[in-house]
Nanobody, 115 residues
């Protein structure tokens, strides 16, 4: 059974940092483009950052310069380093393939940024 498990969320003050991890099990994702998505209360889920199998990256304009996506294929894990966090970054963060597959949505990890 394929699973993507997100961790690392929490409550942080504006300006703070968090590092999210997405551990994959059940299959190897090294050949997949992967993405971090987030969904704030009352809003649509959106792509925040993505990384190709070769390491090329994409960032949404709202997080460019503050977030960094990376991957460790040996550990089958994708990371999202989030710096200079803002209250508007508050959301549940998910990882999935890019484009996403409905089979791979996990529970997500809550990130709350207080002002």
């Amino acid at each position: 059974q394929v699973q993507l498990v997100e961790s690392g969320g929490g409550l942080v003050q504006a300006g703070g940092s968090l590092r999210l991890s997405c551990a994959a099990s059940g299959r190897t994702f090294s050949s997949y483009a992967m993405g971090w998505y987030r969904q704030a209360t009352g809003k649509e889920r959106e792509l925040v950052a993505a990384i190709s199998s070769g390491g090329s990256t994409y960032y949404a304009e709202s997080v460019k310069g503050r977030f960094t996506i990376s991957r460790d294929n040996a550990k089958n894990t994708v990371y999202l380093q989030m710096n200079s966090l803002k209250p508007e970054d508050t959301a549940v963060y998910y990882c999935n393939a890019n484009p996403p597959s409905p089979r791979y949505w996990g529970q997500g990890t809550q990130v709350t940024v207080s002002s």
